[in-house]
């Protein structure tokens, strides 16, 4: 198999302090809480940022200090949210992507996301779409229902990312989305077209089994806060401890782990 990639999802925009003190809030936080991650043994940062009260927000600015200082600590590949909060507008969301990282999520389509809806019709990904290719940043397609897979696929009919190596990540578990099951993983890999790479992100207690399912069948893992704030029941956790379990999760099972430029490699992005 090919190394594992190890996302870190560091922040999001539903956990608060209130619901765990090891959130990484502030630009200084989120890097500080990547470099950590990176010594861990994660290769992407996926990030959110917060405002100065800690509210979500995509305002260009404070992705600019993040970025700016997360590239000062360490080598990890950057890769922005253009999710960013539900009820942002195409706007704010694709504000952090004028800042050319390495990379950035992108949902190709809409779905019910808790008690909220996440909307993203198809005029938006169209949109979003132009934005990252204006500013080549490579997409890493965000899938939360099976019908999203062939709706990047139908972006790269009409001629978007023709260049790009193809990156999915299967957000697995959300309420309202995909249910985080083993039939499930398998069903949306079985979608991908040859030479594309995938991610697994499960959702809350489904963090633990989709991580070492994606290890077994050779795709890429994310864990992190964004997604699921306990080690175990009743146990927080930091970013860097959930890096640290799937590294050895990997080891026992004699997958070795990508540094950040194995990554950048098997992503296409150098």
Do not use: C
């Not at 990639?5 to 765990?20: F, K, N, P």
């Not at 200084?28 to 405002?51: L, P, Q, Y």
């Not at 389509?109 to 934005?131: C, L, Q, Y």
């Not at 930091?238 to 080891?251: C, E, F, G, H, P």
């Amino acid at each position: 198999m090919d190394k594992l990639i190890i996302t870190a999802a560091l922040v999001g925009a539903e956990v608060t302090r209130e619901d765990t003190p090891w959130l990484p809030v502030t630009p200084e936080e989120i890097a500080e809480a990547a470099m950590e991650a990176r010594e861990a043994g994660a290769a992407i940062a996926h990030i959110h940022v917060r405002d100065d009260a800690g509210n979500p927000t995509q305002d260009r600015e404070v992705y600019r200090r993040a970025i700016e200082l997360i590239r000062r600590k360490t080598d990890i590949i950057i890769q922005v949210s253009t999710g960013g909060a539900v009820g942002m507008s195409a706007e704010e969301r694709l504000q952090p992507v004028s800042l050319k990282p390495e990379m950035a999520s992108l949902t190709t389509g809409t779905v019910n996301f808790g008690n909220g809806v996440f909307m993203n019709p198809p005029d938006m990904i169209e949109r979003f779409a132009e934005e990252f290719e204006r500013y080549n940043v490579a997409p890493e397609f965000e899938i939360f229902e099976a019908g999203m897979v062939e709706n990047a696929l139908r972006l790269v009919r009409k001629g978007y990312f023709k260049d790009r190596h193809l990156h999915f990540d299967f957000v697995m578990g959300v309420p309202g989305g995909i249910p985080a099951t083993a039939d499930h993983l398998l069903h949306l890999v079985r979608q991908l077209p040859p030479g594309a790479t995938w991610t697994v992100a499960g959702v809350g207690r489904h963090q633990l089994p989709m991580s070492a399912l994606g290890i077994v069948l050779g795709g890429h893992v994310r864990v992190g806060l964004e997604d699921n704030i306990y080690y175990r029941k009743g146990e927080l956790a930091t970013n860097a401890q959930l890096v640290r379990r799937v590294v050895r999760i990997a080891r026992e099972m004699e997958r070795e782990v990508a540094t950040p430029d194995e990554a950048r490699k098997m992503l296409g992005l150098v």
